[in-house]
């Protein structure tokens, strides 16, 4: 089956930099939008960032300027480089992949920022 496999997350203090990963396996991964996602406690999933297909950028406005999203579409990998992390990044990261009705999520990686 599908399979999304997150890793890099872990404890920074603010102001740090954390670069997340995310494998894709049994998918057409370069046909996929690729996404992060995050949810902190008591709150609900909210976008981070997306990379198309074509290799199309969006990011959310509490990100933008601090995270960047890209794929290595040889390696079946998607990034989110975080650098400036702020408390209240802290949350459980999630990778999505997307391809019309097809949507498959990771399990999530844990990111906490505090000093």
């Known amino acids: 089956q599908v399979q999304l496999v997150e890793s890099g997350g872990g404890l920074v203090q603010p102001g740090g930099s954390l670069r997340l990963s995310c494998a894709a396996s049994?998918?057409?991964?370069?046909?996929?939008?690729m996404g992060w996602y995050r949810q902190a406690p008591g709150k609900q999933r909210e976008l981070v960032a997306t990379i198309t297909a074509e290799g199309s950028t969006n990011y959310a406005d509490s990100v933008k300027g601090r995270f960047t999203i890209s794929r290595d579409n040889a390696k079946n990998t998607v990034y989110l480089q975080m650098n400036s992390l702020k408390p209240e990044d802290t949350a459980l990261y999630y990778c999505r992949a997307n391809y019309y009705v097809a949507v498959y999520w990771g399990q999530g990686t844990q990111v906490t920022v505090s000093s």
């Open positions: 049994r998918i057409n991964f370069s046909a996929y939008t």
